[in-house]
């Protein structure tokens, strides 16, 4: 089996018949980034930054971001680089004293790019690392926790002003640096059309937008099979999503624990997604699936999925599927 997989290292992803597929890693550490390059990934689809700001007392300054950031975009040598910017708050605490203490609420809290925006000075620092780090290979920017045209039309006007400012200080930077959002908050997918104007692209967090949509803390087991990608609001959503991204030609990922799960990857390919976003120890098995996979049969099979009722349902779609 482990055999098996490992002579997929070197194939390419896609189904079976024929369409391209893009695997994106998640990383965190210089070990993922080896490890996603190894593995043939596309690039890197999320990488999160909060363990710079973790174990420690005070924040990393731009020159110490920058050069993770840019340690990152070389890792890659040339692959697309999706850099997350700081998601503190709720379940991921810090000791810097950034994000707040005995919010009443963590999760609907002062978190993701809402302390950011809340913390002009902590948001300017890690854009103008972001922009220097995307004169070394392409680099996009990806903010969590968006719920609102407004959020992206402010964190925009910041990174303009320090593009500028860093150019006229001599810092080479990419012409274009593609500004992303997280669809992980309900009233983002749902509005989506009133900001999808002001974004190059769009990663979906399942793992917070299933916590919100079916309102299931997404580390309570007590609440056992409550909280799930099974259930026909969640599957509503991610189509709806996706299927605006492809009609305003603006390209859609899934960067939650999901798209690393291959019991669900005919489920999304269902949904019209073209780009998965997964840790690199699930990659092999995603691409091994998809290759399995028949684009074609599945898509036209969604409008059954979309009529299942229930998680059992939904569940059968599934088994149904397997084998073809
Ligand atoms: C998500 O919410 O699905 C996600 C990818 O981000 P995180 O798990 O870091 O909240
Ligand atoms: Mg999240």
């Not at 998809?290 to 969604?302: S, V």
């Amino acid at each position: 089996e482990l055999r098996e997989l490992n002579r997929l290292r070197h194939e390419p992803n896609r189904t079976r018949d024929g369409t391209a597929i893009e695997l994106l890693a998640n990383a965190e550490s210089r070990e993922d980034i080896a490890e996603a390059h190894a593995l043939g990934a596309t690039g890197i689809g999320l990488y999160r930054t909060e363990f710079l700001f973790l174990q420690r007392m005070e924040l990393p300054d731009e020159d110490e971001q920058f050069r993770a950031y840019r340690d990152v975009v070389l890792g890659m040598s040339g692959r697309p680089v999706t850099i997350r910017t700081l998601d503190l708050g709720a379940d991921k605490a810090d000791r810097t004293g950034l994000a707040l203490r005995g919010e009443p609420n963590p999760a609907l809290g002062l978190r993701g790019v809402r302390l950011s925006l809340a913390r002009k000075g902590l948001l300017e620092t890690q854009l103008r690392a972001l922009l220097r780090a995307s004169g070394y290979g392409p680099l996009r920017i990806l903010l969590p926790m968006i719920s609102s045209r407004s959020e992206v039309r402010d964190v925009r006007a910041v990174l303009l002003r320090a593009t500028r400012d860093l150019r006229s200080e001599g810092h080479e930077i990419a012409e274009h640096v593609p500004l992303g959002a997280m669809i992980e908050v309900p009233a983002a997918a749902i509005a989506l059309s009133t900001f999808i104007g002001e974004v190059d692209f769009l990663s979906i967090g399942t793992n917070d937008l299933i916590q919100y949509l079916l309102a299931a803390d997404r580390n309570n087991e007590a609440l056992g099979e409550l909280y799930t990608p099974l259930h026909p609001a969640v599957l509503k959503l991610l189509r709806d999503v996706i299927r605006m991204g492809r009609m305003r030609g603006v390209p859609v990922a899934v960067c939650g624990e999901v798209a690393g799960d291959a019991a669900f990857s005919p489920l999304l390919l269902a949904l019209g997604l073209e780009q998965f976003s997964l840790h690199p120890t699930t990659l092999l098995e995603v691409r091994r699936t998809i290759r399995n996979c028949d684009l074609e049969r599945l898509r036209a099979h969604a409008p059954a999925l979309m009529r299942a009722r229930d998680r059992a349902g939904i569940e059968r779609w599934m088994h149904a599927q397997l084998g073809h």
